[in-house]
């Protein structure tokens, strides 16, 4: 497995951070038009004032957000990443498993129609009344040598 390019901030993916700017810039613009609309209805403040509250408003809530977005994605990023390192070892073992069980059933097949036919041989040469000296196929389960 070749390994995911990171970000030297934070050791963050680099196509999370993308992400993480992109939804830390839309929380942040919802939010200020949300005080910004609540602010301006005031008739006692005039534009300036109205533009002071909703700095003061959107600066510790874009504070809070970048530290829930980040640790939101580092983690879950971490938690996902970890799960699908052990979801492609477990798949890697299984196809393995699932080969060596292949080779097994197919030896022993193979071993199924040789010995078929062997019988099939000696049976005819009996009913000939033939001499029948071939001996049998080897048994896969007793072979030392594997592929």
């Known amino acids: 497995m070749k390994p995911i390019p990171r970000s030297p901030l934070l050791s963050a993916r680099i196509d999370w951070i993308v992400l993480e700017i992109l939804i830390l810039f839309i929380v942040t613009v919802v939010y200020t038009v949300i005080i910004w609309i609540d602010e301006s209805g ?11 509250v909703t ?15 980040i640790g939101a994605f580092e983690i879950g990023g971490e938690i996902m990443l970890r799960f699908t390192h052990k979801i492609q070892q ?3 073992q299984g196809v393995k498993q699932g080969i060596e069980q292949g080779i097994e059933q197919g030896r022993a097949e193979v071993y199924r129609v040789w010995y078929t036919e062997w019988e099939k041989r000696k049976q005819e040469a009996a009913e000939k009344g033939m001499p029948f000296n071939e001996p049998p196929p080897p048994n896969p389960n007793n072979a030392t040598e594997k592929e």
Do not use: M, N
Not at 42 to 52: A, I, V
């Open 42 to 52: 005031k008739p006692s403040q005039t534009g300036l004032e109205t533009f002071k």
């Open 55 to 69: 700095v003061k408003e959107v600066v510790p809530f874009f504070q809070l957000a970048l530290i829930y977005i």
């Open 90 to 92: 477990a798949i890697e």
